[in-house]
């Protein structure tokens, strides 16, 4: 009797190691894109979301340490602006860093946005995503970013100008529609597919939703559905557990982490490790963390000057939100008004945690 259930167990156990180890590739299956003569392949399936006013050179060096071959990507990019000279910076700084950058630009404009391209490509973008989602009135009043939502023609003309004037990937990143009551997502997401774009990251929200209430996974699945080219999750993915989930819920070739490594930038290579099945993955003590915003502050102030501690402020706010005694820190580094000053705050606590 014993050996029975004792082969019962066995054979179970090899079934769920089975499919465990089938889902698990699924998982890590490297995205293939072809583009117009410039291939590229997405090695590590966990993407860092593009964000404004967070995702810089300094951000992205930090989140390197955790995740070397992760798809990161600069902060949004006006296309208008930067033919006229300004965010420049953003572009020709690609050259200094290592793995893999896109560049997110926005605009209602075709052409500027195929100049732009153009001028992103020749400095080493690994891609060029094109931003159809942002929420923010000032950037979609003036039909950029979730306004192309309503304009489909418009939408599809700018990624099939785009994708026929640069030989690397043009992707989109885009929301489930502008308010729920006139959303078609499946619809856009087809006719963006159709003028070029060679990848879709959904956020499961509407423009109207913003940042509120959940992320609607099971719509990202129908999209997926419907497609042809790879499609990526985003939205409310926060630990490795989300990532799991969001993935067999969606069907989704891969994940992007927004709002979630707001002062984690280990996430993503946190997830990324998860997923492949290393448990070695040390996740940062309070001391640890401590030193990353130190780190961070110098790395800033060494680029930017003293407006890096403007900057960041918000940084250390997020970093700091879980060590011991935060409100009194965090308070201390807002009111401080000389980098010097910031960074002793800053090591005055880490000695006193030795």
């Not at 089938?22 to 583009?35: D, H, N, S, T, V």
């Not at 965010?87 to 946005?113: H, N, S, T, W």
């Not at 004037?165 to 078609?184: C, F, H, M, N, Y």
Request: hydrophobic share 40%; net charge positive; charged share 25%.
């Amino acid at each position: 009797m014993l050996c029975k259930y004792h082969s019962k167990c066995i054979k179970l156990i090899s079934i769920i190691l089975f499919i465990t180890i089938y889902f698990m590739y699924e998982f890590l299956r490297p995205i293939q894109l072809p583009g117009r003569g410039t291939p590229r392949e997405i090695n590590n399936i966990v993407l860092q979301s593009p964000l404004s006013g967070v995702t810089d050179r300094c951000f992205r060096k930090l989140i390197r340490k955790w995740a070397p071959e992760a798809l990161l990507f600069t902060e949004m990019v006006n296309a208008t602006s930067l033919g006229l000279g300004y965010g420049i910076q953003k572009i020709e700084e690609l050259a200094e860093e290592d793995g893999p950058i896109g560049v997110q630009l926005y605009d209602f404009r075709p052409k500027a946005m195929v100049k732009a391209a153009k001028k992103a490509e020749s400095e080493g973008a690994f891609l060029i995503d094109i931003n159809m989602g942002c929420p923010v009135k000032k950037i979609a009043n003036k039909g950029g970013g979730s306004a192309l939502i309503k304009d489909k023609d418009l939408a599809a003309e700018i990624v099939n100008e785009v994708s026929q004037a640069v030989k690397i990937p043009v992707t989109i990143k885009t929301r489930l529609g502008w308010t729920k009551e006139t959303s078609a997502p499946e619809d856009f997401a087809i006719e963006m597919q159709k003028a070029g774009a060679q990848l879709i990251t959904i956020h499961g929200r509407t423009r109207d939703q913003g940042f509120k209430g959940k992320s609607n996974w099971q719509a990202i699945a129908s999209i997926k559905k419907v497609l042809e080219i790879p499609l990526i999750a985003n939205g409310d993915i926060n630990n490795p557990n989300d990532a799991i989930k969001c993935l067999n819920t969606t069907k989704a070739d891969g994940i992007m982490i927004g709002r979630g490594s707001l002062g984690k930038p280990w996430l993503i290579g946190y997830i990324n490790s998860v997923m492949k099945g290393n448990t070695s993955f040390q996740y940062p003590s309070q001391k640890e963390t401590v030193q990353i915003a130190i780190d961070h502050l110098k790395e800033l102030i060494k680029i930017k000057g003293d407006h890096g501690l403007l900057i960041a402020r918000k940084h250390l706010s997020w970093t700091c939100q879980n060590i011991k005694n935060s409100k009194e820190l965090r308070s201390s580094l807002m009111r401080e008004k000389t980098p010097l000053e910031a960074i002793k705050i800053l090591e005055r606590k880490l000695e006193s945690m030795e």
